[in-house]
């Protein structure tokens, strides 16, 4: 059984940087496709990326890509999220989510995750 623990959140303002890092224990990390969601005010939780177990490839929601990378280091069992040109509308709490047996056409949904952190704030101010 994987947890995870996110952690990076804060303020920023319109056009800055953070990096945000989805910490894993308790399982076999590298077997794992570790995403990304977050969840605005009054909104649903929208997709904002994954990191495949198999391969290595990087896949990401429109609203983000070009700005957000997400890159792994296994050996830290940790995944991160740089997210840069940050803009009010990224204002969220982030949250990383596992899964050991997602299969690509699925990654972008979240009840296929069955591992989540508790969420890390990330508000940006215009």
């Known amino acids: 059984q994987v947890q995870l623990v996110e952690s990076g959140g804060g303020s920023v303002q319109a056009g800055g940087s953070l990096r945000l890092s989805c910490a894993a224990s308790g399982g076999t990390f590298n077997q794992y496709t570790v995403a990304w969601f977050r969840q605005a005010p009054g909104k649903e939780r929208e997709f904002v990326g994954a990191?495949?177990?198999?391969?290595?490839?990087?896949y990401y929601a429109d609203s983000v890509k070009g700005r957000f990378t997400i890159s792994r280091d296994n050996a830290k069992s940790t995944v991160y999220l740089q997210m840069d040109s940050l803009n009010p509308d990224d204002t969220a709490v982030y949250y990383c989510?596992?899964?050991?047996?997602?299969?690509?056409?699925?990654?972008?949904?979240?009840?296929?995750?069955?591992?989540w952190g508790q969420g890390t704030q990330v508000t940006v101010s215009s």
């Open positions: 989510a596992a899964s050991a047996t997602i299969i690509l056409s699925s990654l972008r949904i979240e009840r296929q995750y069955n591992h």
């Open positions: 990191f495949r177990d198999m391969g290595g490839r990087t």
